[in-house]
């Protein structure tokens, strides 16, 4: 069975400060890709990341990056110089062999940036 | 380009009652997939469908059902409304179905069950 875990509740943070939502993923298929969407207040869930299994190397893209373990089954995003309109649930999901294209989400983390 | 439109925004229904949803993927994606998203909790899955076939489906019990279209537009249907209902229902499209290709979401209809 595969599962999503995002134990940060919430996050709260002061602009420009980074922010690192933790995710930890537990699959049996060696096969699979992981995301990374961001849910605002008005609802709909923006793709921002995906890295496939195979692939460990961590990347930047403008103020977000990325830690892929598959050692500790982790893969964590950050948000570099957070601002305002970064607050927002996000989401981790994970999609595998077993089960293609049925995503499997964490229950999500708030963050909150204030100015 | 248009992105996945779902219609209606908003709904109030009542217990018992039936509904349908409805969802336009994006040009060219022929994948669609609907979810259901309790307050304060992540997207469940429901159905996915590719090329007007059912590929998955999640653990929601025999009310809920789903069909797509030739144009690979989409209607999730519920019967006998519960309250447990009420919640946003996403609707996603993809080129294929699953894997590297991301799934992007409309901005969900939001079904409330009094």
């Known amino acids: 069975a595969q599962k999503v875990t995002q134990a940060q509740t919430e996050i709260s943070v002061v602009e420009k400060e980074d922010v690192t939502l933790d995710c930890v993923y537990e699959?049996?298929?060696?096969?699979?890709?992981l995301f990374w969407y961001k849910q605002p207040p008005s609802g709909e869930l923006v793709f921002l990341i995906r890295?496939?299994?195979?692939?460990?190397q961590n990347e930047i893209s403008g103020r977000y990056s990325w830690n892929f373990q598959k050692s500790t089954s982790s893969f964590n995003f950050t948000i570099t110089a957070s601002q305002v309109v970064d607050s927002a649930v996000y989401f981790c999901?994970?999609?595998?062999?077993?089960?293609?294209?049925?995503?499997?989400f964490g229950a999500g983390t708030q963050v909150v940036v204030t100015p | 380009d248009a992105g996945v439109t779902q219609s209606p925004t908003h709904l109030i229904k009542t217990r018992g009652q039936h509904v349908t949803l409805r969802c336009s993927p994006i040009?060219?994606?022929?994948?669609v997939s609907w979810y259901q998203q309790v307050l304060g909790q992540g997207p469940q899955f429901i159905f996915q469908?590719?090329?007007?076939?059912?590929?998955g489906r999640g653990n929601f019990p025999d009310r809920f059902s789903a069909r797509q279209f030739p144009n690979y537009s989409s209607e999730l249907n519920v019967n006998a409304l519960l309250l447990g209902d009420s919640a946003l229902y996403l609707c996603a499209s993809s080129l294929v179905a699953g894997g590297y290709q991301p799934q992007h979401f409309g901005d969900g209809t939001r079904l409330s069950i009094l």
């Open positions: 040009s060219g994606h022929k994948s």
């Open positions: 999901a994970l999609d595998t062999t077993d089960s293609w294209g049925k995503l499997q």
């Open positions: 699959t049996r298929d060696t096969t699979y890709y």
């Open positions: 469908y590719y090329e007007k076939e059912e590929r």
């Open positions: 890295r496939n299994s195979f692939d460990e």
